[in-house]
């Protein structure tokens, strides 16, 4: 009877989850998955980052100090391809992970093995890429584009960068078909697509430029690969082939891919500020429209990295019109989140603040790309410190911050535990004081004519370098913080509720914290749908 | 002729075939919707290398 009274309450909490390495090799639990993408993510965020670290300090002064010309393009290159394929859209992908099947009301993922099989490729793409630092040559050094030629002189890391590559491509594309389906098909019954989170509706269109775009950088790289050692001439013009072409290829991978790191940074924002103003998100309808349209425009605007390559004035027309178009629906968002925050009674608790600063800076990445977008202008622009400047406002204190938001504003859920605010505080100061003090000054650089890509520069740039590179040097410091955080509230963070935060809205609020390993194995009911799902 | 099964569990075992027969029309829709994408993206990785075919053929 003892017995029996024991199997029943193991049985109670629904968690037969394995234990030891199983659980995470074998793991089909959508909750599992998350955290090992994210763990993951946070590893190749912290050695993208060490590669940073090597790039400021070569650039601290002028002339070669710490490293040789290769190696300075090899962490470039290497810095770029680990930040956006290893450290952002994994981050991106353990967040939907974690949150989508939670927040529709479904059970996991509609396809549980294939999400273990999307994460574990991860591993072992990175693992080859990071291996090719130790190869005859050096790791790739043509910069994360691979623009041929440049990038067909490449020695022995060649087949390992374009191996990887397809592995991360064949990662991401099959992660983006098992959270379409899981949302197409898996929501509760009565969460309708126009009664989802904005966080949920931004995977989803993100999930849709993924299986659209992905599969043509594979192509692309395909090429490439018979080009090297098949004897074809796709993009050699020796051959007949056309470099360009390329470009134009990568490039029509490559703006989407802009999105794709930066969409579901706009679903997390558009959950956080509703949250911490207390009040409904302002145009929550225009919000899913705004979105849609920015997706469907970067399909639309690839040739404006690349007008001075010389295209016809009617295209750099076209490229260029379509490119401030695409300011309209972003600004409708900014607006739409100021709106929100209008007279609400606003708390600034750590995922506040990460979100206020995306706000505040995001935007200026976005201008700073409206100015790219001016063909005349971006003549100037083209290859300077500029252009640095401008996508890592977009991606550091844009995606990188919203990232940092969400794990902040959802970590009590996951835990159960609140974390320490103060040291999350000062996480966020050191981290917004300093990306300002490490990019701005880029953009007087770029201004002044410095190029990118270079280990060495003229010595009147000197000054603006130091600046950044101090900027730089506590940035990353300061980033030492995040895991101490996450580490210190597992360990030791005081108990929380089910809804951790007092204005917070949606399913994910109505599970325990922690959640129970298997959610939702009953669809909520209508009353919790009601109550959840305000937006 | 069989009589109605007028029994209380009758509801609870209607519900049960309803939701079986659901789960498998969802699992059905699940694999559909999986291979349709997986042959967009298929679709776009040969279409593109087609594309540039082409292009060098004219």
């Known amino acids: 009877m003892a017995e029996h009274h024991a199997h029943a309450a193991a049985h109670a909490d629904h968690d037969h989850k394995p234990h030891g390495w199983r659980r995470w090799v074998y793991a089909t639990n959508h909750k599992d998955i998350g955290t090992m993408y994210l763990v993951f993510a946070c590893i190749m965020f912290f050695v993208g980052g060490a590669m940073a670290m090597v790039i400021r300090l070569e650039l601290f002064q002028p002339g070669m100090q710490f490293v040789d010309p290769q190696f300075f393009n090899s962490m470039t290159t290497m810095h770029a391809l680990i930040m956006i394929f290893g450290a952002v859209m994994p981050g991106w992908t353990g967040l939907a992970n974690w949150m989508i099947p939670m927040q529709v009301g479904a059970p996991d993922m509609a396809l549980p093995r294939l999400n273990n099989f999307s994460f574990w490729i991860l591993p072992f793409a990175f693992t080859l890429l990071l291996s090719s630092l130790f190869v005859p040559g050096g790791a790739p050094a043509g910069g994360w584009t691979m623009y041929p030629p440049l990038v067909l002189q490449n020695g022995a890391s060649f087949p390992m960068l374009i191996f990887a590559v397809h592995l991360m491509g064949a990662s991401s594309i099959l992660g983006a078909i098992n959270i379409v389906v899981t949302i197409m098909n898996m929501r509760a019954p009565g969460i309708t697509l126009l009664r989802m989170p904005l966080f949920v509706w931004t995977w989803l269109i993100t999930a849709y430029l993924l299986i659209a775009v992905m599969p043509v950088l594979a192509g692309a790289v395909t090429m490439l690969l018979t080009d090297h050692f098949f004897g074809t001439t796709f993009f050699t013009a020796a051959g007949g082939g056309d470099p360009v072409m390329f470009q134009h290829i990568f490039w029509f991978f490559g703006h989407p891919e802009v999105y794709i790191l930066i969409l579901p940074a706009f679903g997390i924002i558009s959950e956080i500020i509703p949250t911490f103003s207390r009040k409904p998100l302002f145009g929550y309808e225009t919000m899913v429209y705004a979105v849609a349209s920015i997706a469907f425009l970067s399909f639309i605007v690839w040739a404006h990295h690349m007008f001075t390559v010389g295209m016809p004035l009617a295209a750099q027309l076209f490229f260029m019109l379509s490119t401030m178009l695409i300011a309209v629906p972003t600004g409708v968002k900014v607006f739409n989140w100021t709106a929100t925050m209008w007279r609400g009674s606003l708390s600034f608790e750590p995922p506040m603040l990460f979100a206020l600063a995306f706000l505040f800076l995001f935007t200026i990445g976005g201008f700073s790309g409206l100015m790219c977008g001016i063909v005349p202008a971006d003549y100037q622009y083209q290859d300077t410190y500029f252009v640095v400047a401008h996508f890592h406002y977009v991606l550091v204190p844009g995606a990188i911050f919203a990232m940092m938001a969400g794990v902040y504003y959802w970590l009590p859920k996951w835990t159960g535990k609140m974390y320490d605010l103060k040291l999350a505080t000062w996480h966020f100061w050191l981290s917004a004081i300093f990306v300002n003090v490490l990019f701005f000054p880029q953009h007087f650089l770029g201004l002044a004519g410095m190029p990118r890509r270079i280990p060495d520069y003229a010595v009147q740039f000197t000054d603006w370098n130091m600046v950044s590179s101090i900027g730089g040097f506590f940035f990353g410091a300061a980033q030492v913080l995040f895991p101490i955080v996450i580490i210190k509230c597992i360990r030791s963070g005081q108990p929380v509720g089910n809804r951790a935060w007092e204005g917070a809205h949606g399913l994910e609020w109505e599970l325990p914290s922690p959640p129970p390993y298997h959610s939702w194995t009953t669809p909520p009911s209508d009353a919790v749908i009601a109550r959840g799902a305000e937006h | ?58």
């Open chain 2, 1 to 58: 002729m069989r009589a109605q099964d007028h029994t209380p569990g009758r509801l609870a075992r209607t519900a049960a075939v309803a939701a079986a027969v659901d789960e498998a029309g969802r699992r059905r829709r699940v694999r559909r919707s999986a291979i349709l994408f997986a042959v967009i993206a298929a679709a776009f990785y040969f279409g593109f290398i087609a594309t540039v075919l082409m292009r060098a053929a004219r």
